[in-house]
């Protein structure tokens, strides 16, 4: 099976265009303020417009309000939302399009739990829990953690990069992942050649 890799906190066209040259097949945009990767709405929108057509666009939101969402919508054309905060089913649902929940990991009943509460997620993202932070820290989770049975379509993240990311699928059997700061040269800055790498090391794992 193919790997699904998602690239996230795009903030250059230059870095959107190389991961998409080196196989990314979703690209991520954070409009939450309190990042260091957070990207104006009007230049995440000039970056998608230059991207071929079938590459996902996911804009991630923390604890957004439903207007300011509904609004980066109008400007931006997103094929995904990733909610990584606290948001609750119906806040989700609200915007009618498909979705990814994040859920920050502290045991393996946050796992299960995660997708009954939120059955119509496109997937649950499971990311590492950092106290204060939201995600996008580099660091892991304790892979062990992971449930035998999942129950619905799930994607690793939290502190993956090119050295570690093929263990990561080897031990966890995950067939999706995502990436922020492991693939960067410095904050919202990604390294062409981590990407290039960490792109091939999942390309190598089919
Ligand atoms: O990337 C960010 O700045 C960010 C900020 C707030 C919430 C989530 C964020 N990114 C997501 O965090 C995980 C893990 O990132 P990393 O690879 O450990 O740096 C990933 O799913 C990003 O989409």
């Excluded at 109008?74 to 606290?86: E, I, K, R």
């Excluded at 993240?157 to 990436?179: F, K, M």
Aim: hydrophobic share 40%.
């Amino acid at each position: 099976m193919k790997i699904q890799a998602k690239i996230c906190g795009i903030t250059r066209l230059e870095d959107a265009l190389s991961a998409v040259a080196y196989g990314a097949d979703a690209l991520g945009f954070v409009f939450f303020s309190g990042s260091k990767r957070f990207i104006q709405p009007e230049n995440a929108r000039r970056i998608i417009q230059n991207l071929p057509p079938f590459v996902q666009t996911v804009g991630l939101f923390v604890n957004e309000s439903a207007e300011n969402v509904q609004k980066i919508l109008a400007t931006v054309p997103l094929t995904l939302l990733q909610f990584h905060g606290d948001e609750s089913p119906t806040f989700c649902q609200q915007f009618h399009r498909p979705y990814l929940k994040a859920v920050r990991v502290q045991s393996t009943d946050d796992m299960l739990h995660a997708f009954a509460r939120y059955p119509d997620a496109r997937a649950i993202l499971f990311d590492a829990y950092v106290d204060g932070e939201y995600g996008g820290t580099g660091h892991c989770f304790d892979w062990k953690m992971l449930p035998e049975k999942m129950a619905g379509h799930w994607i690793l993240s939290g502190g993956l990069n090119p050295d570690n990311v093929a263990q990561a699928l080897h031990e966890t059997g995950a067939l999706s992942v995502d990436v922020s700061s492991g693939v960067e040269e410095s904050a919202g800055v990604k390294s062409p050649e981590k990407m290039r790498q960490f792109l091939f090391a999942c390309q190598s794992n089919c």
